[in-house]
């Protein structure tokens, strides 16, 4: 059953990187600078300086790294302050984190289930040898036990993919919810009209594709930001924070929900394992040993 990705780490340790940053940069050292004296000489936005970077940098192929690449090239090009940027992306990526290993404790009891119901076709297998079956024997003896061999891991099979694909679908993506909305507050923080924030935000993500519950967000906040007649950086902030709140609620109860889906491949497809290898050789090793009595 495939693992889940652990992210939050990463998460908290780019976060950690990025708000030492932000201190030197406050301080009045210049970002690059900044960057290359915290991470040992890996450059954000321009790629790898020439000194080899330290366990500290965020590199640039990762999800995370290429978040902060496009937030701190967006600050660049709307001039919005740098210091306040990545304190902002900071505090949304241990959101995030904190949020990921809320919903893998909620999964843990899910995984734990799902690893022993896919264990129990060969707990068959042992009991019919404690029960004084040579249950072994009888699967690989005749067309019979083969087949119903073959057929328990066929379907042992297909239940270790069907759960595999629900544990993945609970756990989700690694992404930042309401990043887009992070980065309008910041595109906007520069002072220039929302049409120049749009062509930057869809310049320095170009082909990003942004979950829909953040597109409409975005749209419902700078329409209240319009009528209201306010900054729209500190709306876009707080439904950022909304939006990472609501992500967390919902994968904990994606996580809950897992507990009940799991219930069908142990129904479909390991309960009937089971049977081929557990039970069925029982029978099998009993008839024969009946038969040789009377005959």
Known sequence: MPGSRTTGDGATGVARVLDRVAVLVAAGVPPPRAWALVTGGSDPVGGPASAPASAGAVPGDTSFGRDVQGVLAVAARTGAPVAPALRALAASL??????????????????????????????GVLLGSVWG?????????????????????????????????????????????????????????GGGAWK????????????????????????ETLALAERAGVPAAELLRACALDRRADA??????????????????????????????????VVLGILSSTSAVIG
């Open 133 to 189: 079956v040579d249950a072994i024997g009888v699967l690989i003896g005749g067309p019979i036990g083969r087949g119903c061999l073959t057929a328990a891991t066929l379907l042992v099979a297909v239940g270790h993919r069907w759960t595999g694909r629900l544990v993945a679908a609970a756990t989700g993506a690694p992404t930042v919810p309401g990043l887009l909305l992070d980065v309008w507050a910041i595109a906007v923080s």
């Open 94 to 123: 241990r959101d995030t984190a904190q949020a990921e290993r809320s919903v893998r404790v909620a999964l843990a009891g899910p995984r734990a289930s799902a690893r022993v119901v896919l264990a129990l076709p060969v707990l």
């Open 196 to 219: 120049d924030a749009a062509a930057t935000v869809d310049a320095v993500f170009a082909g990003r594709t942004w979950p829909a519950d953040d597109r409409a967000r975005l749209a």
């Open 248 to 281: 967390a609620a919902e994968g904990i109860a994606r996580a809950e929900r897992l507990g009940v889906r799991l219930v069908l491949p142990l129904g479909v497809c390991v309960l009937p394992a089971f049977v081929l290898v557990g039970v069925v050789p």
